[in-house]
């Protein structure tokens, strides 16, 4: 194990509020966990297996709650059961056949009269090793993390909102600083992903930001292509956007995310240097 005691920067912004600008991210987050995008899918299904404990479960559950908690009247990653949809990742190959991608075209929600979302698909070889050999990577970060920040800050799960922040800023273990450069994507996956793949709860995260989720094959009309209902967000500083909240305002960009989000497989630390040289080339352009 590595001696390594530095601390992290962890993005936890001094805003008054968050939901402007996950809002304008969450979108992109929806769209990314459907069937065919390279987002990290995130299993569910009443058979699921679980892999964490009940008290890494707890712990898991403390931390989803203060990456994206509920504010503004919305409710936030706890509600919308964020944990339970890491947890499913983790046991994703503990059911025949994996579930891992989801099949599709189309959900219920938008006309078709069977959920196609439901019934995952099994994976080829090179899919199966690949998968599995990420897998086992996320449950040794995960275990390791939650194992260490329920040790090291006992009763981490039933502390404040508050005080639970200030252990995840100050945090100087390195078990812990690596589950949560996972954590934070993860969060955002399972707070406004699609429900099939295990976040999203009943939809408590689409209603939150007034996304009313996959359309098709229904679509849309005329009028609400041309004229959308738009809630306008506040203007936002976008360098400090970026620097914040990585992981989300990279889902929100063009193809050219994929690319990121492929190398940083999920490691909030990866993605976020990353984007930060990019800015700072775009800075260097203007």
Do not use: C
């Not at 964490?52 to 509600?79: M, S």
């Not at 947890?87 to 190959?93: K, N, T, V, W």
């Not at 891992?100 to 019934?119: H, K, L, Q, T, V």
Request: no cysteine.
């Amino acid at each position: 194990m590595t001696t390594d005691t530095r601390s992290t920067d962890l993005p936890w912004p001094d805003l008054p509020t968050r939901r402007g600008l996950l809002a304008g991210a969450a979108g992109a987050v929806a769209l990314l966990a459907v069937p065919g995008l390279p987002a990290v899918a995130v299993p569910v299904g009443r058979d699921r297996a679980r892999y964490l404990d009940e008290d890494q479960l707890a712990t898991l559950a403390g931390v989803v709650d203060r990456v994206v908690p509920a504010d503004d009247g919305a409710p936030g990653a706890l509600a919308a059961r964020a944990h339970e949809s890491i947890d499913a990742l983790l046991g994703a190959f503990r059911t025949d056949p994996p579930q891992i991608y989801a099949g599709g075209p189309f959900s219920d929600r938008g006309g078709a009269r069977r959920n196609d979302f439901e019934r995952f698909l099994p994976l080829d070889a090179y899919e199966r090793k690949a998968w599995k050999r990420r897998v086992r990577r996320l449950q040794k970060v995960y275990t390791r993390g939650l194992d260490a920040l329920a040790s090291s800050v006992p009763g981490f799960a039933d502390l404040p909102g508050p005080l639970r922040d200030l252990a995840l800023r100050t945090t100087q273990d390195p078990d812990v600083t690596a589950m949560m450069g996972l954590a934070v994507t993860h969060a955002f996956e399972g707070t406004w992903g699609a429900p099939e793949y295990g976040g999203n709860r009943d939809g408590v995260g689409w209603e939150g930001i007034g996304f009313d989720g996959d359309r098709q094959p229904r679509g849309y009309t005329d009028e609400e292509v041309t004229d959308p209902e738009i809630e306008m967000l506040p203007l936002l500083d976008v360098t400090r956007a970026l620097a914040t909240y990585g992981p989300a305002m990279a889902l929100a960009t063009s193809e050219a995310s994929m690319g990121l989000l492929a190398e940083a497989e999920g490691d909030l630390r990866v993605l976020s240097q990353r984007l930060r040289g990019l800015l700072a080339d775009v800075e260097d352009l203007l």
